[in-house]
Structure formats: structure tokens, C-alpha cells
């Protein structure tokens, strides 16, 4: 009997352990599988966390006081708002600006991100609120470079990862790093390191306004638009909306363009 006994307690004993280890094994899967809520995160914090570059005038850069501003600060700033919270800017150099947002380092890019199709298979975008053409830069008494055509087996100044440095390339350009800065792409074609920049014409209409003798033309003008807007990753449905719904607001109530014709004195927004 009393070998019985002991067997018996202890097929309990094992049956108990297995119990408990279907019930730890269970708790741990539900909890790696719940998925973060991005919007009720950002809500907690009390923050937007913005990744922007700092140096690009007149979207994102700093005044004569070393404040941050521009016109994407502007309106990161007005999204924020009315999502209840703060806009708290990181600043990156551009050609890592979307590996910030990949690791996470802020939950948003706001810095003239172009919306693409290739862009789109691995991120979200909000709806636009930047909407500009794309013009070929080169200095004023350049007469070998008249269309995008002739950029082949030319220098142009441009970003790395930018959506023009695609174009460039396409073009046939041949491609002089600018760290994604605009001024230092005219600076590489006033001292001949470059014969030309691709950029959006708002961008460049506004540096003539700082700069109206700089030395410089366009050359060409592309009639397909580039739409500009908030870049994040994906997965965050929610989000999304309450962006695209702050947008929304934004531009029934005038904010977005008033602030843009304050940096441009054009509505450039649609």
C-alpha cells in the first residue's frame, strides 16, 4: 500500500509541474504578442518625438537665436497640439534621419520626406501637406545644362538617400554627397565641384528671397508634382488616422496655410 501511495503522489506532482508550465507558457505568449499602441504610448509620454535634420532652410533650421524652427517645425508643432501633447524635435543628418525612425529613436520624420512607391511598401505616410515640382539648379551663365536630359555624366549635388538623388541618377548624374543640405549643394556648384542640383522648386524660391543675387537659375522644370508628408513606420493604424485627422483639422481651420505663406507667401500645401 504503501508503494501505491507514492506513485500516486507522484503522478501528481508531475501532472501539477505540467499544469503550471502550460500556464507560465501561455502568459509569456500572450505578452509577446501584444502589440504596443503607438497613439496611447505618445499620449502616456506626453511628446511627439520628431526626427528632423535642423539644417535644411526653409523646412527645418535654426535661427539667428540657435532656436529650431521652419515651416515642417511649424506644422509637427500644430499636429502635436492637437493631439494633446508636445513636439519634442531630434535632430539627425538627413542620410540617417529613416534609420532613426527605424530604431525608433522618435515616432515621426518630418523633413520634406517624399512619399514613393518604394518608400510605401516598408513605411506609412500621412496625407500630404507639402506639395512642389522638382527644377534642375545649375549657376547663371551655364549653357551646357538646359533639361534634365543633359545631367548625363554630369555632377549634381544631392543628398544620398534623397528621392532627387534618384532622379539625378536616373538622369545619368553622377552624384557629389551634400549631407542632404541644400546650402551646401549651391556652395558645391558656386566653387565647380558640381555642375548642378536637383531640388523642389519651393526650396529653392526661398533661398533666392535670403540671397536675391546669388548666381543661380533653373534650368528645367518637371510638371509631375512630389508630394511631401509625415513619414512612420508601419503597424500603427491608429496613429496614422490621428495624424491624418489633426491634417485634416489643420487645413479646414486655415493653420496650414497661414503658415505657409509665412515661410513662402504661397499657400504651397495643395
Known amino acids: ?30 505578452n509577446d504578442n501584444k502589440s504596443k499602441d503607438l497613439l496611447a504610448e505618445i499620449k502616456d509620454r506626453g511628446t511627439l518625438k520628431i526626427g528632423t535634420e535642423g539644417a535644411y532652410a526653409p523646412y527645418t533650421y535654426h535661427n539667428d537665436k540657435n532656436e529650431l ?51 510605401k511598401q516598408k513605411y506609412d505616410f500621412s496625407t500630404p501637406y507639402t506639395v512642389t515640382r522638382a527644377v534642375l539648379i545649375v549657376e547663371k551663365n551655364n549653357q551646357d545644362i538646359k533639361s534634365f536630359e543633359d545631367l548625363k555624366g554630369k555632377k549634381t549635388a544631392q543628398g544620398l538617400t534623397s528621392n532627387f538623388a534618384d532622379m539625378s541618377k536616373g538622369y545619368g548624374a553622377e552624384l557629389v554627397d551634400t549631407d542632404g543640405t541644400f546650402s551646401k549643394s549651391i556652395d558645391l556648384i558656386n566653387n565647380g565641384r558640381a555642375d548642378a542640383t536637383v531640388n523642389d522648386d519651393v526650396t529653392f524660391y526661398d533661398y533666392l528671397k535670403q540671397k536675391p543675387d546669388a548666381p543661380l537659375k533653373i534650368t528645367d522644370t518637371l510638371d509631375k508634382a512630389s508630394e511631401n508628408a509625415v513619414l512612420m513606420r508601419k503597424g500603427n493604424d491608429s496613429f496614422v488616422k490621428a495624424v491624418n485627422d489633426a491634417l485634416a483639422k489643420l487645413n479646414e481651420d486655415g493653420t496650414l496655410q497661414k503658415i505657409s505663406e509665412k515661410y513662402f507667401g504661397t499657400n504651397v500645401t495643395k
Open 69 to 119: 524652427v521652419g515651416y515642417d517645425v511649424e506644422i509637427g508643432q500644430a499636429i502635436a497640439k492637437e493631439l494633446g501633447v508636445k513636439a519634442e524635435f531630434v535632430e539627425t543628418p538627413w542620410d540617417s534621419c529613416i534609420a532613426g525612425l527605424d530604431s525608433e529613436r522618435y515616432d515621426v520624420v518630418m523633413n520634406q520626406v517624399g512619399i514613393t512607391d518604394e518608400r
Open 1 to 30: 500500500m504503501k508503494k501505491k501511495n507514492l506513485i500516486s503522489l507522484l503522478l501528481v506532482g508531475v501532472l501539477s509541474i505540467g499544469l503550471i508550465g502550460c500556464s507560465n507558457s501561455g502568459q509569456a505568449s500572450t
